[in-house]
Protein backbone atom coordinates (compact mmCIF):
# COMPACT_ATOMS: atom_id res chain seq x y z
CA UNK A 1 0.00 0.00 0.00
CA UNK A 2 1.32 3.55 -0.95
CA UNK A 3 -0.25 6.63 0.05
CA UNK A 4 0.45 10.43 -1.27
CA UNK A 5 -0.12 13.10 0.82
CA UNK A 6 -0.29 16.52 0.17
CA UNK A 7 -0.26 19.80 2.28
CA UNK A 8 0.07 23.44 1.28
CA UNK A 9 -2.81 24.92 -0.09
CA UNK A 10 -5.12 27.47 0.46
CA UNK A 11 -6.65 31.18 -0.20
CA UNK A 12 -3.87 33.95 -1.54
CA UNK A 13 -4.43 36.96 -3.19
CA UNK A 14 -2.77 37.42 -6.92
CA UNK A 15 0.71 38.01 -6.76
CA UNK A 16 1.42 35.97 -3.90
CA UNK A 17 3.25 32.53 -3.26
CA UNK A 18 2.34 29.02 -2.05
CA UNK A 19 4.49 25.83 -1.62
CA UNK A 20 2.68 22.17 -1.86
CA UNK A 21 4.19 19.63 -0.44
CA UNK A 22 3.87 15.99 -1.41
CA UNK A 23 5.07 12.94 0.55
CA UNK A 24 4.62 9.28 -0.41
CA UNK A 25 4.87 6.59 2.52
CA UNK A 26 4.26 2.83 2.76
CA UNK A 27 5.82 -0.03 0.66
CA UNK A 28 8.17 1.94 -1.58
CA UNK A 29 11.44 0.50 -3.39
CA UNK A 30 11.88 2.94 -5.79
CA UNK A 31 10.30 6.63 -6.67
CA UNK A 32 10.71 7.91 -10.54
CA UNK A 33 8.49 10.60 -12.15
CA UNK A 34 6.89 12.34 -9.76
CA UNK A 35 4.66 15.67 -10.60
CA UNK A 36 1.86 17.94 -10.15
CA UNK A 37 -1.69 18.08 -11.94
CA UNK A 38 -4.05 20.22 -11.55
CA UNK A 39 -7.63 20.51 -11.83
CA UNK A 40 -10.22 23.69 -11.71
CA UNK A 41 -14.02 23.79 -12.07
CA UNK A 42 -15.24 22.04 -15.80
CA UNK A 43 -12.03 21.39 -17.10
CA UNK A 44 -9.96 18.25 -17.47
CA UNK A 45 -7.29 17.43 -15.15
CA UNK A 46 -3.49 19.46 -16.90
CA UNK A 47 0.09 18.58 -15.96
CA UNK A 48 1.41 21.36 -14.25
CA UNK A 49 5.16 20.09 -13.35
CA UNK A 50 6.86 16.86 -13.49
CA UNK A 51 10.14 16.01 -11.86
CA UNK A 52 12.53 12.87 -12.91
CA UNK A 53 15.86 11.84 -11.92
CA UNK A 54 16.99 13.94 -15.76
CA UNK A 55 14.96 17.12 -15.44
CA UNK A 56 11.81 18.44 -15.09
CA UNK A 57 9.09 19.57 -17.59
CA UNK A 58 7.04 22.92 -16.74
CA UNK A 59 3.75 23.82 -18.36
CA UNK A 60 4.12 26.49 -21.03
CA UNK A 61 1.64 28.93 -18.73
CA UNK A 62 3.56 28.63 -15.12
CA UNK A 63 6.97 28.80 -16.62
CA UNK A 64 9.43 31.13 -14.64
CA UNK A 65 6.39 31.40 -11.57
CA UNK A 66 6.57 27.70 -10.33
CA UNK A 67 9.43 25.33 -9.36
CA UNK A 68 9.31 21.62 -8.98
CA UNK A 69 11.91 20.07 -6.65
CA UNK A 70 12.01 16.58 -4.73
CA UNK A 71 14.08 15.21 -1.67
CA UNK A 72 14.65 11.40 -2.64
CA UNK A 73 15.69 10.92 1.15
CA UNK A 74 12.29 11.85 2.14
CA UNK A 75 9.97 10.80 -0.62
CA UNK A 76 8.81 14.07 -1.16
CA UNK A 77 8.07 16.30 -4.17
CA UNK A 78 7.26 20.34 -3.60
CA UNK A 79 5.91 22.66 -6.04
CA UNK A 80 7.01 26.31 -5.28
CA UNK A 81 4.01 28.94 -6.71
CA UNK A 82 5.15 32.31 -7.19
CA UNK A 83 2.90 35.06 -9.30
CA UNK A 84 0.19 33.20 -8.42
CA UNK A 85 -2.70 34.05 -10.66
CA UNK A 86 -6.69 33.94 -10.47
CA UNK A 87 -6.59 31.65 -13.37
CA UNK A 88 -4.11 29.10 -11.15
CA UNK A 89 -7.03 28.35 -9.08
CA UNK A 90 -7.80 24.66 -8.88
CA UNK A 91 -7.48 21.83 -6.72
CA UNK A 92 -4.06 20.08 -7.29
CA UNK A 93 -2.93 16.56 -7.18
CA UNK A 94 -0.06 14.90 -6.99
CA UNK A 95 0.95 11.81 -8.90
CA UNK A 96 4.03 9.47 -8.61
CA UNK A 97 5.47 6.25 -10.32
CA UNK A 98 6.25 3.70 -7.69
CA UNK A 99 8.27 0.63 -7.64
CA UNK A 100 6.54 -0.97 -4.72
CA UNK A 101 5.06 -4.48 -4.04
CA UNK A 102 4.58 -7.12 -5.73
CA UNK A 103 7.54 -5.82 -7.46
CA UNK A 104 6.23 -3.66 -10.12
CA UNK A 105 5.40 -0.34 -10.96
CA UNK A 106 2.59 1.28 -10.25
CA UNK A 107 0.69 4.49 -10.28
CA UNK A 108 -0.36 6.60 -7.33
CA UNK A 109 -2.54 9.77 -7.00
CA UNK A 110 -2.88 12.02 -4.35
CA UNK A 111 -6.38 13.50 -2.50
CA UNK A 112 -5.80 16.72 -3.76
CA UNK A 113 -5.78 20.18 -2.09
CA UNK A 114 -7.32 23.25 -2.90
CA UNK A 115 -5.76 26.28 -4.33
CA UNK A 116 -7.42 29.60 -4.62
CA UNK A 117 -6.01 32.98 -6.13
CA UNK A 118 -8.02 36.24 -5.34
CA UNK A 119 -8.07 38.88 -7.73
Known amino acids: QVQLVESGGGLVQAGGSLRLSCAAS????????MGWYRQAPGKQRELVAS??????DYKDSVKDRFTISRDNAKNTVYLQMNSLKPEDTAVYYC??????????????WGQGTQVTVSS
Open 51 to 56: ITSSGR
Open 26 to 33: GRIFRLDT
Open 95 to 108: NADVFTDPRRWLNY
